[in-house]
Structures are given as structure tokens and as C-alpha cells.
């Protein structure tokens, strides 16, 4: 080998070493940026999860109460327009008493309210449609009994379907929030 190799050599082999380290500290400090990234963007997602989860359970239980509400008090409100229509021959003929009317439309209401925040948009359909069902042997004044029985019964088994797919999806959210987070 020449001499100027023999000199050349070590200053050659101190500048590769430096920039080998200073290559693989530069690489391994990339990926520990992007592993921080990654696990900060995998809490914010949790925590987004976890709040969403939250207001869907909070909000489905209080929509099944708020029907389940609305579905008494439109019993009520039955129970007395076929009362009155043995007297009278005709279906909701008579103003209805006060604490009845306003059970029903506060039930209403709150119904109303609710059925808009529900996330699934079946299940907020099948909500509108339970809600329509239930309001309509209300407006049936002077109607034949028989038609506002047969409204009054649909609208119960539609407010029992629309009850059994909110338990449902309750407990599918359940369910799936106690499953384990999968590694990737």
C-alpha cells in the first residue's frame, strides 16, 4: 500500500465512523419520533373512541326511557279516547284530561328531542317511525274504534322492535369496549 494510504487511511476511517453514527442516530431518532407519533395519535383516537361510546350509551339510554315514557302516557291517552268512545260511538270525541295531555306531549318532546342525536341512522329512522306510530291514534278524532285500535297496537309492536334493537346496540357497545385493543 502507498504511504499516503497508510495516512490517509485513519482520517478517512474516523470520518466514516462519525457519519455511521451520526446516520444511525439520526434513523433510530426518526423512528422513535414516529413510534411518539403513532402512540399519541392511538390515545387521541381511544380518548375519541371513549367519549363517542360514552355519549352513545348516555344518549341511548335516556332515548329508551324518554319512548318507554312516550309509550305509556299514548296508553293513557287511548285508554281514555276508548273510554269515550263507548259513550260516544266515536274514537277521541271529547277533550282529554289536562295531566294526560301534558304527560303526552312533554313525552313527546323529549322523544323528539333525543331521536335527532341518535348515530346509527337505521335505528334513528326506526326511532321516527316508532314516534310517528305512537302519535297517530292521537290525531284520529271521531274515528271508528276498531281503526284506532288496530293504529294503537302497531305502534306498540313498533315501539318493542325499536326498544329491543336500542337495547342491542347497547349491548354491542358494551360488548366491544370490554374486547382488548388489537396489536398492530
Known sequence: MPAWFNAVWPVAAFFLGGASAYLRDFVT?????????????????????????????????????????LGRAAGRLHHVDLMTSRQTGHYAGTQLPAEVDEAFSQANRDVHMLRNLVLD?????????????????????????????????????ALEAVQADIAARIREIYLTASLPAARA
Open 29 to 69: 431518532e426518526k423512528r422513535q419520533i414516529a413510534r411518539e407519533t403513532n402512540a399519541r395519535q392511538a390515545e387521541r383516537d381511544k380518548a375519541i373512541s371513549e367519549r363517542r361510546e360514552t355519549f352513545e350509551l348516555d344518549h341511548l339510554e335516556r332515548l329508551n326511557e324518554a319512548l318507554q315514557k
Open 121 to 157: 341512522e337505521a335505528l334513528r329512522n326506526q326511532v321516527t317511525r316508532a314516534f310517528e306510530a305512537l302519535n297517530v291514534p292521537s290525531v284520529m278524532h271521531r274515528a271508528d274504534p276498531d281503526d284506532a285500535e288496530r293504529a294503537f297496537l302497531a305502534a306498540v309492536l
